[in-house]
């Protein structure tokens, strides 16, 4: 413990220099705009700067690509709050809380929460970064095919309903996710499965797109609906005082904040989706325990503080294995590995050994980057919540046009835009008749990977379904399902029997 | 006066820009396609040596990433791009082995070859506390135990999923193929041990096998590695059995000898840069230099070789 915070120390002294101060600032910058533009997210952005790197020394260059990747983290909320455009996948869960809080005139709050948020997961997170790091990626390595099979399980059943609206409806949506996540190539024998032929269809159907269509394409295609009369109208004009969040706020944000970094770190370290079952998990549980789940759906900060700082520490742990094992868990650190490698860094177990210096001034780079982030956001705020005073016939077809550039750039492909139309459609039928996108998603993401953990358990067991009971971890997830799915079985029977006892 | 001047000198650069645009190639930025998302080997490959090439063909070569269908989309782009040496494709195995697995628009005949970067001889990992001690160990208890040893490998009908077959087809032995999605995912499995061994192409897992965590039990290659002397190919001991994964450019059918040309000898000083030995030394790539006509000859070899073992397993 005594040796870490030497390190950090030493971390400190590196990472402080004007020269690396200045990386991690540049990194922080380009991060946050990329997060705040949909569509091109934290691992397009690392890629495309990497080049830009060459000329630095590998410290610099990583403190800067990380900044990247933890500043989009916090610009991603941006225009989930603002447009309804979920900037990458990371801040779906944001939409659904924090566009309605700007739709009531809070957008301020919304907005400064996520940076307040994501501050104190990411200084937390770093501190299990430091003291923790190689138990930890130990500790991931557990999670072989069977694990994940039944992790995924729990999260697909526990997290569908995560908006507490039908179950029936989200388990619906969750179906249509799942049929969807099979188009593309079979992971196991590489047949094209229902492709009909496509070759663009090969690749599967893209998450962003579809994110962005069932949200934000069809926000706008519901406005259009409206009245020209409310269209033409300045929506909200807050009050500069309103602006940020009130001690209240503050009040009820904090503990959800400090939850939903607990639940990011932990998953964090699961490889895969970590920032979608991460947010989804810190939403639901902040509803479950809220005094007031109502508000949920209509505004709740909660909603919006516990999700986004899941997020931002999930980003922090997710380099774990990275620095540990060399080995990438979640898609933006697979990019890092490769500017590692550019750099002459082989990562891998002896990477802190070899190279401390990177390895400590990078993490004490996050540190200082959090702390530029937060000081960087808080005063867009009021700049970005003033975007909600144009007049929405303007607005609408600015975010059109937002969307499909945003998500052109993602694969440079226009097929893309066409997928995201085309669900921008199907979410806007899907509003009219309530059923949630959020479902949908999870299970367009944990679906595939739910598939190939599934088939792989049982390809190294034999086809003996045993695999998922004999493993401890994997039956205490199982066992978790279970007792989810029977509780309101029994709450049920239970009131029953009381009635029938009674009268 | 001085605007008409201005004027007068603008047109005559324009004057003489023209004809030297038309008879010099390159007179733009030439863009290669990765079919493939950014990060991964192929794509840091070209990135280190766009930058290096960009100066001695005169423009710069920009890396344009064209991920999905398991690289039949990039591939199909490049095949159908203007052929005026503009807008070239990296070539890697995968070339050679999709067309046979799904249809495809393309196979490497819709290309010109350029010239071959990289090829990497392909191996297998398993644990340093693996009860093993040899490939012959390895494979006397396979042939006991058919199907029961796991072999991870980084994708269904990849090219090390690939390499794993045709091996245990020349061994004569029968494995149990689990795909992961990629090289990272399934060194993860073997070093969790959830597989018993993974079928990798460097530099994936290298640095494992450093650190003393996993070791090479077979290495697919003709001669020893330069990182690992110690470790015998498979040939030395008695299998004659060497693949790997090759990596190269190709521009479309119809391009111009004179272009393709240029463009060769571009990429062959950028290939000899230092700048770009070191980065290619660093990522523990095995540099191999094929020129036109010898990576045609070697793309058409296995292509026929891919199409057979292919065959052979859809029986």
């Known amino acids: 413990m005594f040796e870490s915070l030497q390190h950090l120390a030493s971390g400190f002294t590196i990472a402080t220099t004007f020269y690396n101060l200045f990386y991690c600032l540049i990194g922080a910058i380009v991060g946050t705009l990329i997060g705040v533009l949909p569509g091109i997210g934290p691992i397009a952005g690392i890629a495309l700067l990497i080049p830009a790197t060459f000329g630095l020394n590998p410290t610099s260059a990583i403190i800067m690509l990380a900044g990247i990747y933890y500043g989009a983290m916090y610009g991603g909320s941006t225009t989930s709050i603002l447009l309804n455009v979920p900037g990458e996948t990371a801040s779906v869960i944001t939409c659904i809380d924090g566009y309605q809080m700007a739709q009531k005139g809070r957008a301020g709050p919304a907005l400064a929460i996520c940076a307040i948020g994501s501050f104190i997961a990411g200084t937390i997170g770093l501190f299990g970064l430091v003291f923790l790091a190689p138990p930890l990626a130990e500790a991931a390595l557990a999670f072989g095919p069977p694990e994940y099979f039944s992790l995924m399980v729990f999260g697909f059943i526990v997290l569908s309903n995560v908006t507490g609206t039908s179950l029936i409806k989200s388990l619906m949506m969750a179906v249509v996710g799942l049929i969807i996540g099979t188009i593309g190539l079979d992971p196991v024998t590489g047949d094209a499965r229902f492709t009909f032929g496509s070759i663009s269809l090969l690749g599967g159907i893209e998450f962003v797109a579809v994110a962005i269509g069932l949200f934000g394409i069809a926000e706008v295609l519901t406005n259009v609906e409206k009245p020209l009369e409310m269209l033409e109208q300045r929506v909200i004009v807050p009050r500069f005082r309103e602006l940020y969040p009130s001690l209240q706020d503050l009040k009820k944000s904090i ?105 400590w001034g990078v993490i004490a780079s996050m540190y200082i980057g959090n702390f530029i982030l937060l000081i960087l956001n808080l005063p867009f705020v009021p700049l970005f919540a003033n975007i909600l005073r144009i007049p929405k016939k303007i607005l609408l077809p600015l975010i059109i046009l937002f969307c499909i550039t945003g998500q052109y750039t993602v694969n440079n492909s226009v097929f893309d835009i066409g997928i995201m139309l085309l669900f921008g459609a199907l979410g806007f039928l899907m509003r009219k008749w309530a059923y949630e996108g959020a479902p949908l998603l999870l299970a367009l993401v944990l679906g595939p990977k739910l598939e190939v953990a599934f088939r792989q358990s049982l390809m190294i067991s034999h086809g003996d379904f045993g695999v998922f009971i004999n493993r401890p971890i994997s039956m205490v997830f199982l066992l978790a399902t279970l007792v989810f799915l029977a509780i309101p079985i029994l709450r049920t029977v239970s009131k029953y029997l009381k009635k029938g006892g009674i009268v | ?128 506390d693996a009860p093993w001690k040899s490939l012959k160990e390895f494979l006397d208890y396979a042939k006991k135990h058919p199907e029961m040893i796991t072999v991870g490998n980084s994708g269904a009908g990849g090219g090390v999923h690939l390499v794993a077959l045709a091996f245990e087809k020349t061994a004569g032995v029968k494995l149990n193929h689990i795909p992961f999605s990629g090289g990272g995912p399934s060194v993860t499995a073997i070093l969790g041990g959830h597989v018993n061994a993974v079928s990798v192409s460097p530099p994936e897992g290298i640095s494992h096998v450093q650190a003393g965590k996993l070791k090479i039990l077979a290495l697919f290659a003709e001669k020893r590695l330069e990182m690992f002397p ?25 391009t111009p000898p004179d272009a393709i040309k240029k463009l060769h000898d571009a990429f062959k000083q950028g290939m000899d840069d230092p700048v770009f030995r070191k980065n290619a030394k660093d990522m523990a790539v095995n540099l191999s230099y094929l020129g036109p006509e010898p990576f045609g000859k070697l793309m058409a070899s296995e292509h026929e070789f891919f199409e057979k073992l292919i065959k052979e397993i859809k029986k």
Not at chain 1, 280 to 303: C, L, Q, T, V
């Open chain 2, 1 to 128: 006066m001085l605007r008409k001047s201005m004027i007068a000198v603008v047109i005559l650069v324009l004057l003489a820009g023209v004809p030297i645009q038309a008879a010099e190639f390159p007179t733009k930025e030439v863009q290669v396609i990765i079919p493939w998302a950014a990060g991964g080997a192929t794509d840091l490959i070209f990135r280190a040596l766009a930058a290096t090439t960009g100066k001695y063909l005169g423009k710069a070569v920009v890396v344009v990433n064209r991920p999905g269908g398991g690289s039949a989309v990039g591939y199909t782009e490049g095949a159908q791009a203007k052929p005026d040496g503009y807008m070239l494709t990296s070539a890697v195995t995968p070339l050679t082995i999709l067309p046979h697995q799904v249809t495809t628009a393309y196979t490497y005949k819709n290309f010109e070859p350029i010239i071959n970067v990289v090829s990497d001889p392909s191996m297998f990992l398993i644990r340093s």
């Open chain 2, 230 to 254: 110690d470790v015998p190919t498979v040939k030395e001991q008695g299998i004659d059995f060497a693949m790997g994964m090759w990596r190269g450019l190709v521009a479309p059918k119809g």
């Open chain 1, 255 to 359: 503990t959800a904040i400090l939850r939903g970094t607990g639940i990011g770190f932990g998953v964090g370290l699961v490889p895969g989706p970590a920032p979608v079952i991460a947010t989804y998990s810190s939403y639901m549980i902040e509803r479950k325990i809220s005094k007031h789940p109502e508000e949920f759906g209509k505004g709740a900060i909660e909603g919006v503080a516990g999700p986004e700082s899941a997020n931002n520490s999930a980003c922090q742990s997710a380099f774990i294995p990275l620095f540990v094992l060399g080995i990438p868990f979640a898609p933006p650190t697979a990019i890092l590995l490769g500017a590692l490698l550019i750099h002459g860094v082989t990562p891998g177990p002896l990477l802190i050994g070899q190279h401390p210096e990177l390895f």
